[in-house]
Nanobody
Framework: QVQLVESGGGLVQPGGSLRLSCAASGSIFSIYNMGWYRQAPGKQRELVAHITSGGNTNIADSVKGRFTISRDNAKNTVYLQMNSLKPEDTGVYYC???????????????WGQGTQVTVSS
């Protein structure tokens, strides 16, 4: 069984920073891509940032220059550093990992439970 556990969300004032973490655990053979989506109230879920196993990244235009994605492969963990936060960054942030669990299992995407980020004064 594979689990993704997120942490680091909360309430922050505009212009502030937060760092989200997402750790994968369980029977994991290999992790490929990892990343973050977010969903604001009344809006569709959108991709925020994506990182490959080799460290190549893709950042959404709406957060480029403010958000940075990184990962620690030894810890099976992906991070999202969010700076200069704006009220429109408010939403639930979900991490994902594309991985193969136990040897012989299929490649699939796993999701975290989501963590709330609220940017408000």
């Amino acid at each position: 069984q594979v689990q993704l556990v997120e942490s680091g969300g909360g309430l922050v004032q505009p212009g502030g920073s937060l760092r989200l973490s997402c750790a994968a655990s369980g029977s994991i053979f290999s992790i490929y891509n990892m990343g973050w989506y977010r969903q604001a109230p009344g809006k569709q879920r959108e991709l925020v940032a994506h990182i490959t196993s080799g460290g190549n990244t893709n950042i959404a235009d709406s957060v480029k220059g403010r958000f940075t994605i990184s990962r620690d492969n030894a810890k099976n963990t992906v991070y999202l550093q969010m700076n200069s936060l704006k009220p429109e960054d408010t939403g639930v942030y979900y991490c994902y990992a594309d991985l193969v669990g136990e040897v012989g299992s299929t490649f699939r995407r796993y999701w975290g439970q989501g963590t709330q980020v609220t940017v408000s004064s």
